[in-house]
T-cell receptor
Framework: GEDVEQSLFLSVREGDSSVINCTYTDSSSTYLYWYKQEPGAGLQLLTYIFSNMDMKQDQRLTVLLNKKDKHLSLRIADTQTGDSAIYFCAESFSGGYNKLIFGAGTRLAVHP | NAGVTQTPKFQVLKTGQSMTLQCAQDMNHNSMYWYRQDPGMGLRLIYYSASEGTTDKGEVPNGYNVSRLNKREFSLRLESAAPSQTSVYFC??????????????FGPGTRLTVT
């Protein structure tokens, strides 16, 4: 079945890089997404990667996809206090209702 | 554009009471979704509507009903609330075409407590 797993908590110092990891079980996904949720707010799409890509860079964000190991990561360079939030990875599947399967979310805490 | 809006933001119900959560989007999206978010878990799909006039069950539909009133609005109803329905509820809508494939836009959420 489809399952997405993430570690629940990550703490980094301001200015360092953060790496948030995600593993998934179903390799038939078409896209993989990273969403950000700030306190009291809805989810905001940060970035995505198509399943036939290995890497995608978008300003301070780098997404790496290892299809063989079913591993997805999000690297945030020069992490700032404004990056403190919960980060969700999600797999997308075509067909049917194009469902999204979410991980439980990683809470990123940035300290001075 | 307001994007996806939800009302109310907060609600407290007693067991057995009913209520309707409202959702509207102004992006002319065809598909709309209702999720619930519980601590330590990812979002789980309750119901979805692929287009105006259609609704289908997601992973956790028991205890809920939905109405796709028109293209803009998709409401979620709890007929007889139970403490297990204490959660944060998110509505989302989706672009059909575009580079993201399945990009979903989320509302700010409704925090519901059932006592």
């Amino acid at each position: 079945g489809e399952d997405v797993e993430q570690s629940l908590f990550l703490s980094v110092r301001e200015g360092d890089s953060s790496v948030i990891n995600c593993t998934y079980t179903d390799s038939s996904s078409t896209y993989l997404y990273w969403y950000k949720q700030e306190p009291g707010a809805g989810l905001q799409l940060l970035t995505y990667i198509f399943s036939n890509m290995d890497m995608k860079q978008d300003q301070r964000l780098t997404v790496l996809l290892n299809k063989k190991d079913k591993h997805l990561s999000l690297r945030i360079a020069d992490t700032q206090t404004g990056d403190s939030a919960i980060y969700f990875c999600a797999e997308s599947f075509s067909g049917g209702y194009n469902k999204l399967i979410f991980g439980a979310g990683t809470r990123l805490a940035v300290h001075p | 554009n307001a994007g996806v809006t939800q009302t109310p933001k907060f609600q407290v119900l007693k067991t057995g009471q009913s209520m309707t959560l409202q959702c509207a989007q102004d992006m002319n999206h065809n598909s709309m979704y209702w999720y619930r978010q519980d601590p330590g878990m990812g979002l789980r799909l309750i119901y979805y509507s692929a287009s105006e006039g259609t609704t289908d069950k997601g992973e956790v539909p028991n205890g809920y009903n939905v109405s796709r009133l028109n293209k803009r609005e998709f409401s979620l109803r709890l007929e007889s609330a139970a403490p297990s329905q204490t959660s944060v509820y998110f509505c989302a809508s989706r672009r059909i075409s575009g580079s993201f494939g399945n990009e979903q836009y989320f509302g700010p959420g409704t925090r519901l407590t059932v006592t």
